[in-house]
């Protein structure tokens, strides 16, 4: 069966740190987002991307960024991690064009001391 | 204003009771989606809607294009419905979704 994975489901490092999560699915979809879930806030799109080698800006995409190389995996790395960036981090990913349901990974669950 | 507000924010419901969560949104869209997400985080997308009515299981959707609004009902609720249910629209032809803040729902044996 098709899935989308995330890994690692948690973890914890300090500030300043470099971060990568990664998403990697098998749907052969072109749409992959990455989402942060913030009591009080919901979910809010960081990056997305339509295609290989193609990536745009969220509403909140300061300190992130991702890259599209193949089709599977969109990795989502946090620059220098701060503390505002705890959060639990949700890889999608959704066929082409308009009215296409996103299939969700587990969620990452970040902490940053 | 949020452009999504859904409606209640959280509900405790006894088991067997019909459920609604309401959605209201702003702007104009291609589609509208209701999620789940349980207590370990995982989310599940339940409907995918444009206009009408969808039905699964004891799950049914509609939406109302002229109004802007949707509602999710659960027909005989039980525990096992407890979730967060999620309202999110998707703008226009760019295919990305803007998120209700979702409805915690408690489901009492």
């Known amino acids: 069966d098709a899935e989308i994975t995330q890994s690692p489901r948690h973890k914890i490092t300090e500030t300043g740190r470099q971060v990568t999560l990664a998403c990697h699915q098998t749907?052969?979809?072109?749409?992959m987002f990455w989402y942060r879930q913030d009591l009080g806030h919901g979910l809010r799109l960081i990056h997305y991307s339509y295609g290989v080698h193609d990536t745009n800006k969220g509403e909140v995409s300061d300190g992130y960024s991702v890259s599209r190389s193949n089709t599977e995996d969109l990795p989502l790395t946090l620059e220098s991690a701060a503390s505002s960036q705890t959060s639990v981090y949700f890889c999608a990913s959704s066929e082409g064009g308009d009215g296409q349901p996103q299939h969700f990974g587990d969620g990452t669950r970040l902490s940053i001391l | 204003k949020n452009e999504v507000e859904q409606s209640p924010q959280n509900l405790t419901a006894q088991e067997g009771e019909f459920i609604t969560i309401n959605c209201s949104y702003s702007v104009g869209i291609s589609a509208l989606h209701w999620l789940q997400q349980h207590p370990g985080g995982g989310i599940v997308s339940l409907f995918m809607?444009?206009?009408?009515?969808k039905k699964h299981g004891r799950l049914i959707a509609t939406i109302n294009i002229q109004e802007k609004h949707s509602s999710l009902h659960i027909t005989a609720s039980h525990p096992r419905d407890s979730a967060v249910y999620i309202c999110a629209v998707e703008r226009v032809s760019n295919y990305q979704l803007i998120w209700g803040a979702g409805t915690k729902l408690i489901i009492k044996p």
């Open positions: 809607l444009s206009s009408g009515k």
């Open positions: 749907w052969n979809h072109n749409n």
